[in-house]
């Protein structure tokens, strides 16, 4: 059974500094991984979504990262702002997507 | 464009109650999925289905049932409910490709449903 795991689970940062944000996973077979962004009481918003033949993935400010031989990826969030808090999830699979329990971020002004 | 609508919003329930949580996409996707979230248990999936005309299980379905009534609709069933079943539900929807690649998910808003 795949098992993702996140940390930490929550963490707060000065505006303006760089966020990085680390997901494991246990079965390099993930076929995608994908990166969320939840706002309290709120569905998820899909952030990046990353293939499993790709190493990386940017948008705008965010930036994620892909190593399947060490059942790792990265999300960096650059120039952080007030707007980012949010709890960040990833999530690998196809059809049965296997979620961390997610990074609570907090961006301090 | 209204992407993935969750019905209802909030719902608080007896137990022994039974419920219909309705979902619906209008991005024509193929596969839908219907996900649990509770405190520190993260997202779990309850059901899904790949296709129109099919569903399977996931990691959480005793107690639940689902229909895939169309392309767009997918609705979740508590036929008796427990207060174990108290939690955040989300639908979600993807277009589903062929081979090992795939596509966003996307999320409904979420329903609360509280059993007491």
């Known amino acids: 059974k795949q098992e993702v795991t996140q940390i930490p689970a929550a963490l707060s940062v000065p505006e303006g500094e760089n966020l990085v944000l680390n997901c494991s996973f246990t079965d390099s077979a993930i076929y995608n991984l994908q990166w969320f962004r939840q706002d309290p009481g709120k569905g998820l918003t899909s952030l990046l979504l990353i293939q499993s033949s790709q190493r990386e993935q940017t948008s705008g400010r965010l930036n994620a990262s892909l190593d399947k031989s060490s059942g790792r990826s990265t999300l960096y969030i650059a120039a952080s702002q007030p707007g980012d808090s949010a709890t960040y999830l990833c999530a690998v699979g196809l059809n049965r997507l296997a979620f961390g329990k997610g990074n609570q971020v907090v961006v301090i002004p | 464009n209204a992407g993935v609508t969750q019905t209802p919003k909030f719902q608080v329930l007896k137990t022994g109650q039974s419920m219909t949580l309705q979902c619906a996409q209008d991005?024509?996707?193929?596969?839908m999925y219907w996900y649990r979230q509770d405190p520190g248990m993260g997202l779990r999936l309850i059901y899904y289905s790949a296709s129109e005309g099919t569903t399977d299980k996931g990691e959480v379905p005793n107690g639940y049932n689902v229909s895939r009534l169309n392309k767009r609709e997918f609705s979740l069933r508590l036929e008796s409910a427990a207060p174990s079943q108290t939690s955040m539900y989300f639908c979600?929807?993807?277009?589903?490709?062929?081979?090992?690649?795939?596509?966003?998910?996307?999320f409904g808003e979420g329903s609360w449903l509280t059993v007491v």
């Open positions: 979600a929807s993807r277009q589903r490709t062929g081979g090992l690649s795939g596509n966003t998910i996307y």
């Open positions: 991005m024509n996707h193929n596969s």
